[in-house]
C-alpha cells in the first residue's frame, strides 16, 4: 500500500469529486441509496466487531443494547449527511463523529488497549461499509463496470477521510481494497465474547410481536450467507445448500421489486433522513427494542 504525498486520488478531475458532500450523479449515491443495501447492514457489523479493537469499542462504549434502533438511526443519520448533506452538514457531521470516538477506549478481551481514533480501527469499520455496500448492491441492481467501481471506490475513500482515516492510507484501487479485506479476515478477525454479545442482538431485529420472526429469517439469510466462510465457522454460524437456495431466492425478489420501483421512490427515504434536522426517533420501538435486547443478552448469558 503506497502513501501519495500529494494526497490526490488518482480520478479527481475525470468525472470524480474532489471532496464532500458527494453529489446524487456520484456513484457512491447511486449505490448507498439503494434501501436493499441496507440489507447488509447485519453483515457488515458481525465484521466490524470481529476485529477484537472494534467489538471491544461497540461493547463498552455503544448503545447497541440498550437503544438498538437509536443507535442504527443515529449511525444512519450522521453517515448519509456526512456523505450527502450540505457541506456545512457534512462538516458538522464529521465533527460529530469524531468527538464521539474520542472517548471510545479501553482493553479488548484480551487485554490489548484500544482507541476508536486508532486508523485501523477507522480503516476497518469503513471498509466493512464499502465491501458489504456494494456486494449487495450488485446481488439486487447488478454488476458495475469496471469504470463505474473504480469511481465508487474513489468517492468512498473520500468518506474514510471524513471518518478519520488519514489520506493517502487507502488501498489504492478496488484490487487493493479487496485484498486488504481478505487479509484483514484471514489474519486480524476473531469472535471474541463481545463480539458474539453484538450477534446475538443483530441477528433478529428487535421487533414487537409476528414482525421479528417476519424479519428475522430473510436477515439471518442475507447476514449469515454473505459472511466470508471462516468467519461464519467463527461465530458458529451453519451453512447448507437448501440455506443458499432460499438467499438466492429472497435476493431474486429483492431484484424483482427493484426493477419495478421507480428510482426516485427507491431513493426517498435516503433524502429524507438527509432533510430531517435529527436523526430519527420513535420511542415506542426504541424501547421495546431494548427490552428485547437486554432479554436475549440475559438467554445467551451474555449480559
Known sequence: MT????????????????TLPLSRSSWAWRVNAEPTVFAGGGRALLLQVAHPGVGAGVEQFSSYASDPWGRLFRTVDIMMKLSFGTPEVSARQQRILYAMHQRVKGTTDDGTQYSALDSDLQMWVWATLVDTALLIYERVRGRLSDAERAQFY??????AYACGVPRGTCPDDWAAFSDYVEHVVVSDLRVTRSARAVATTAMTPPLPGPLAPATGLPNRLVT???????????????????????LDLWFTALRLGSRITPTPVRHLPTEWTISRTRPLRIGWLQRHGAAVTAAKLEAADLT
Not at 502513501?3 to 470524480?16: C, D, F, K, M, V
Not at 474513489?154 to 468518506?159: A, D, G, H, I, P
Not at 454473505?226 to 437456495?245: I, M, N
Open 3 to 18: 502513501e501519495r504525498r500529494s494526497g490526490e486520488e488518482p480520478g479527481i478531475g475525470h468525472g470524480i469529486e474532489a
Open 154 to 159: 474513489e468517492e468512498s475513500k473520500l468518506v
Open 224 to 246: 449469515v450467507g454473505t459472511l466470508p466462510p471462516t468467519l461464519r465457522e467463527q461465530y458458529g454460524f451453519t451453512w447448507d445448500s437448501g440455506q443458499q437456495r432460499r
